[in-house]
């Protein structure tokens, strides 16, 4: 009923806020739970005018209850005393030999005295006295330390109360008493699965290792921590489900230099391997009951290093660790949260050693060293530890790297781990500074902290244990050298079984699930710097592919621009050989022909540069178009070579003309370009129609055609042709040569003068009256151009007259060049007859007839000319077949005199083919008159001249204006 009162009706807005210092009794209430704030509805609900302002400075002059802290966990560090008792104090004034190594601890007064029953005339100064202690005891937890009379005197130090300790054992305590006052929490907690450490510490001789160890009639804190371990084992409902395993070891210097690790229950190679903080393969020895540990116990003893000073007959030489481990197999009712492996860790350390208390001297002096350095550094990291966390901002100096006990005892040392020590001091008076330092030193650790919720399970004590674990550490280090495809699960497999051999489980809420997650962490590590690596592999080797591609773009560039050089060439190469057709058929249209042919070649430089696919393709389509034709030469007789050739330019001429398409749609120019093209290539299969019309007649006329080509081929000698016609003439394969080397007058000279004007030696061996012929051929030519002034172009009918006229020309050039052969005038018949072309016989009727007027106007000029050949031929005979060079040096050197430079110009072989030919009329002819020679000797005619070339000769002559 009150609640439903309470929700029917909302509590009214307090007007104060009531603030309850007391905290709530069942459970703390935050503070923001103690403001009572009314619910928003009951606000809602409220009216405007009974809305309270709100107390703010109430509020704020709450005082809040600090939350209080957590208990702190944290333990101090337990630091336990222990007196040894005065009793007899026997001092060994000899120095004694080294006892054997291993060797039971023993009584050492027993054996003094066995020695002197033994062997009395070793020298012996037993000096027996009842000292007075130094230190006395206050109570369980302090102690009084008093210098001797000596110092007092001196006032070098006063007495001292150092108090703090867990508990001080007086001398007369016995062993079980030191075990159960600082063992025995120890070691249940270490049942609970928890790991503890248990140190001695003092000078030599005060009792460390018989604290530790003890003896077989008064066993130390091992033989009854194992004793009750296997009691609270075996009293225990769960004792089957645990296991434990002892492992001792020692480490000692080696020779000083460094520090070396021994297994003490390991066989002949007792040797551990170190590597910073991780002891491998120590053996780990599994104990069923206390004999077996007690027989491990004595084992250990018997191996580990000891040694007689004059402070203890049986010095420990070595630091002594340990170690008894727990293993859990099951869970258990007593440890059911802890049900894991622990560690529970002796240490027996060697003593601090002064040398004038040891008398030690070589490699016990170095002993000393070492033992007295590791007592150090463990002092450093213990109060560098307190250091730490009196202020933690200073940070934990890493002293425990110093040596390899303190850091093997690392989470020992850095507060980790629940640890208790155990002061070992004499009480003599003559131990009163050795005392006095080691209270002074260890007494501030009291204050020093400990975490005691420390793991149970320590990886890094795990990694000390038994050499079967060797391989399985080596299995869990694989993969740092094994490729990344091994695969993860099966890697996590078998660290689960190693996990499981060890008792362990490899659940995820187990301490040991880390240990997976650190592998698979390590595992994509690896991985990531595998990929990394494989990728800057990669990058490197796309970087040289990529410098590759360079290399051959460029050399690709390179071979390209050469491309389009060459293709230049050969533009530039068939552009003459427009020009030089044009020339040949009409001399007007050479200007403009060079006009556009330049025109066409800046145009087709343009377009190859911009567009080079297309030059490209260009090129591709000459390349193949002559390669064809080379095939076609090849298989074919010198003369069909010709036509091919023919068919050639014509190809290249329809190519450019396709090229060049569009782009004489545009340009004027490029389309009278391809007009002129299109007339030679008219001309061209104009000429091949007649030509094989005429060889149908006669197998000579070919030779005419070879002429009409290679005119307009004047630069590329046709040696290959030259050569197969060699085979047959070799007098005509001459000329061929002769002609391609013959320069062209193309300036119009005066007739009178002499025509060996060319003053290079590429002249020698030809005719004059070839240059002179060929001028004459250009006059045609001119005077060709003045009738076609108003239509470049020539009209069929135009290219056949001065096709004929330069055929005419030609035969007539062939005619005179002939006079300077010096054959004898039979064999020059006879090849005249043989070499004469039927078409040139019809020919030169044919101009016969059309020039039959001039002849009779200028007969008187052509006798002139004649006698001036005719001393030119009769000059040179009797030399050899060629015509000698000095021939020409007269004109030449005239020509320079007059200072005026020839224009050479190549003409075709083929040219000079057909006026040698001519030339045989003008034999005949020369042969029907007498001909006389410098000396006025008449040469005798031996054949009687025709008619009909007689009439040639003359119209030649007359035509030619000779
Ligand atoms: N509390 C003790 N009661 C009886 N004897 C003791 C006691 N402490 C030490 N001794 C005897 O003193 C001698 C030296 O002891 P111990 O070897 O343990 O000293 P230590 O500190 O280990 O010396 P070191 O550091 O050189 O090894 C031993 O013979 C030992 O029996």
Redesign the pocket.
């Known amino acids: 009923m009150e609640e439903k009162q309470k929700s029917l009706s909302p509590p009214p807005c307090p007007s104060t806020v009531t603030v309850r210092r007391n905290p709530p009794r069942r459970a703390r209430a935050t503070p923001f739970t103690t403001t009572t704030k009314p619910p928003l509805s009951s606000l809602a609900c409220a009216k405007p005018h009974d809305v309270p302002t709100f107390p703010i400075d109430e509020i704020l002059s709450i005082q809040i209850p600090q939350s209080e802290p957590k208990p702190a966990i944290a333990e101090s560090l337990k630091i336990f005393l222990r007196i ?2 005065l009793r007899t104090f026997t001092k060994v004034t000899t120095t004694t030999k080294s006892r054997p190594r291993n060797v039971w ?1 023993q ?2 007064s027993k054996k003094n005295n066995a020695k002197e029953n033994r062997n009395p005339e070793i020298t012996k100064k037993v000096r027996k006295k009842d000292e007075e202690a130094c230190i006395t005891l206050n109570d369980s937890y302090s102690v009084t330390l008093t210098p001797p009379q000596s110092l007092q005197e001196l006032k070098r130090s006063k007495t001292e109360v150092y108090e703090g300790f867990s508990h001080v054992f007086p001398a007369d305590c016995s062993q079980n008493d030191v075990y159960d006052k600082m063992v025995q929490p120890l070691l249940e907690d270490f049942m609970k699965g928890k790991s503890g450490m248990l140190a001695a510490l ?1 000078p ?7 604290t530790v160890f003890g ?1 077989l009639k008064d066993p130390g804190i091992v033989p009854i921590t194992l004793r009750q371990i296997f009691k609270k084992n075996d009293e225990s409902c769960s004792g089957s489900l645990r296991s434990f395993n002892l492992s001792i070891f020692e480490i000692c210097s080696e020779r000083g230099k460094g520090e070396k690790a021994y297994d003490l229950l390991g066989g002949e190679s007792s040797e551990l391997s170190v590597q910073q903080s991780t002891i491998r393969g120590l053996k780990e020895v599994p104990i069923q009951n206390l004999e077996e540990a007690e027989s491990l116990i004595g084992q250990a003893m018997l191996k580990r290093a000891t040694a007689t ?1 004059n ?2 007959s ?3 030489r070595s630091q002594c660790i340990i170690n008894i481990r727990a293993s859990c197999n099951g869970f258990s009712n007593e440890t059911k949260l802890q049900s894991s492996d622990a560690m529970l860790t002796i240490v027996d350390l ?2 601090a050693e002064r040398e004038k208390r040891t008398g030690n001297q070589g490699e016990r002096l170095v002993e000393s060293n070492f033992i007295n350095n590791t007592s150090m550094v463990f002092g450093q990291c213990l109060r560098s530890l307190l250091e730490y966390q009196k202020n933690r901002k200073k940070g934990l100096q890493k002293h425990h790297q110093n040596s390899l006990l303190t850091r093997y005892l690392r989470d020992y040392l850095e507060g980790k781990k629940r640890m208790a020590l155990i002061l ?1 001091v004499k009480a003599g008076e003559e131990d009163y500074l050795d005392t006095s330092y080691l209270l002074r030193q260890a007494s501030p650790y009291m204050k020093i902290k400990f975490d005691n919720t420390e793991e149970p399970c320590n990886k890094r004590q795990l990694k000390t244990f038994p050499r079967a674990e060797k391989n399985k550490k080596i299995k869990l280090s694989a993969p740092k050298t094994s490729q990344i495809e091994e695969n993860f699960q099966g890697e996590r497999c078998q660290i689960s079984q190693e996990v499981n051999l060890q008792g362990k489980k490899a659940d995820p809420t187990d301490r040991s699930s880390p240990r997976l997650e650190h592998v698979a962490q390590d595992k994509n590590e690896r991985e990531h710097i595998i990929m990394r690596n494989f990728s800057k592999v990669l990058w490197n080797v796309l970087k040289q592919c990529n410098e590759k591609l360079k290399v051959a773009e460029g050399e690709i560039f390179t071979l390209k621009d050469s491309l389009r050089r060459e293709q230049l060439k050969s533009l530039g190469l068939e552009t003459e050989l427009i020009s030089l057709k044009s020339s040949c058929l009409a001399q007007p249209c050479i200007p403009e022909v060079e006009v556009i042919v330049n025109a066409k070649e800046h145009f087709e430089v343009d377009a190859a540069l911009t567009n080079e696919r297309n030059v490209d393709d260009d090129s591709c389509n000459l390349i193949k178009a002559r390669r064809e034709a080379g095939a076609e030469e090849s298989s074919e007789t010198p003369v069909p070579k010709v036509r091919n050739v023919d068919d050639d330019s014509c190809n290249l001429i329809k190519a450019r003309r396709e090229a060049g398409a569009e782009e004489s749609s545009e340009s004027p120019v490029l389309s009278v370009l391809r007009n002129v093209d299109d007339d030679s290539c008219n001309l061209i299969e104009a000429r091949r129609e007649a030509g094989s019309e005429e060889s149908s007649k006669s197998p000579v006329p070919n030779v005419v055609r070879n002429v009409d080509v290679d005119s307009c081929n004047l630069i590329n000698p046709r040696r290959e042709a030259s050569t197969e016609e060699s085979s047959e003439s070799p007098v005509l394969s001459k000329n061929v040569k002769d002609a391609e080397l013959v320069p062209c007058h193309l300036s119009s000279e005066n007739d009178a003068e002499p025509r060996q004007s060319v003053n290079s030696e590429e002249n020698v061996g030809i005719p004059s009256t070839i240059t002179h012929v060929e001028a004459e051929v250009t006059d045609f030519q001119r005077d060709q151009a003045i009738q076609n002034q108003d239509d470049p172009t020539p009209s069929p009918e135009q290219v056949e007259v001065s096709q004929d006229c330069i055929n005419s020309g030609l035969s007539n050039v062939q005619t005179k060049s002939a006079i300077s052969r010096r054959f004898p005038d039979s064999e020059k018949q006879e090849r005249n007859r043989r070499l004469l072309p039927a078409s040139s016989r019809s020919l030169t009727e044919e101009m016969n007839d059309l020039e039959i007027k001039d002849i009779q106007t200028e007969k008187q000029q052509v006798k002139t000319t004649n006698t001036r050949v005719q001393k030119k031929a009769v000059s040179i005979q009797g030399q050899e077949t060629e015509v000698p060079p000095r021939e020409a040096e007269p004109a030449s050197t005239k020509k320079q005199k007059n200072g005026q430079k020839p224009k050479r110009r190549l003409q075709p072989a083929s040219s000079v083919l057909l006026t040698r030919e001519i030339n045989t009329l003008e034999i005949e002819d020369d042969i029907a008159e007498p001909k006389v020679n410098r000396g006025g000797k008449k040469t005798t005619v031996s054949q009687p001249r025709s008619q009909g070339s007689v009439t040639l000769l003359r119209l030649l002559t007359n035509n030619l204006h000779l």
């Open positions: 040894k008792p601890p009584n050492p003092g030599s001789g005060s009792g460390k290792t018989h003896s000073t402070s203890n049986q010095s420990s060697a003593g070992t």
